[in-house]
């Protein structure tokens, strides 16, 4: 059973620094595209960053670029997203998903809220 | 960026009701389209994909249809289950957009 699960959440200031987890298990980590996702409070779902299943390819939304840095360690089964120089917009849960070949993203983890705020 | 525009933003229905939820691309995207249902406090599920390609698992009640710039989701008898919120996404050129949402909720 594939199984996807955020860690690393919490309240930073703004300004600040996170790292959040993903790890993945159930399934061939080194043969997936995996991708962030996050959800502002009560807001829509959007795009954060994709990363192609060896880390070579590695894509941002225009909002996060510069600040976020996506990355893949398939010898851990495990994805990041270091988010720096944190906004109080930054506030969301961020999901971690499996990017599939139609490019659309069927399993997904519970989230991980990340809360910027002084 | 092509941008995704889903209509209604709120939907009120009672359970048996059709709905039919609708997602505009600013410029044609194929059949390159998804849709998600999400309850709160949960992550979204993926439903269909490839614009009309149910998931497997996914109940026959839920489908979609169409190509180019407009595309539909519809239940074809709303079940107390379906009351939630739902999403299209597409992609192209190593970027994904979402549509803003529409919520169903009880009439």
């Known amino acids: 059973e594939v199984h996807l699960v955020e860690s690393g959440g919490g309240l930073v200031k703004p300004g600040g620094s996170l790292r959040l987890s993903c790890a993945a298990s159930g399934f061939t980590f080194s043969a997936y595209s995996m991708t962030w996702v996050r959800q502002a409070p009560g807001k829509g779902l959007e795009w954060v960053s994709s990363?192609?299943?060896?880390?070579?390819?590695?894509y941002y939304a225009d909002s996060v670029k510069g600040r976020f840095t996506v990355s893949k360690d398939n010898a851990k089964n495990s994805l990041y997203l270091q988010i720096h120089s944190l906004r109080v917009e930054d506030t969301s849960v961020y999901y971690c998903a499996r990017i599939e070949y139609s490019n659309v993203f069927n399993y997904w983890g519970q989230g991980a809220l990340v809360t910027v705020s002084s | 960026d092509i941008q995704m525009t889903q209509s209604p933003s709120t939907l009120s229905a009672s359970v048996g009701d059709r709905v039919t939820v609708t997602c505009r691309a600013s410029?044609?995207?194929?059949?390159?389209l998804a849709w998600y249902q999400q309850k709160p406090g949960k992550a979204p599920k993926l439903l269909i994909y490839?614009?009309?390609t149910l998931k497997s698992g996914v109940p026959f009640r839920f489908s979609g249809s169409g190509s180019g710039t407009e595309f539909t989701l519809t239940i074809s008898s709303l079940q107390p289950d379906d009351f939630a919120t739902y999403y299209c996404q597409h992609y192209s050129d190593n970027s994904w957009a979402f549509g803003q949402g529409t919520k169903v909720e009880f009439k």
């Open positions: 410029q044609s995207i194929s059949s390159w």
């Open positions: 490839e614009a009309s």
């Open positions: 990363i192609s299943s060896n880390g070579v390819y590695i």
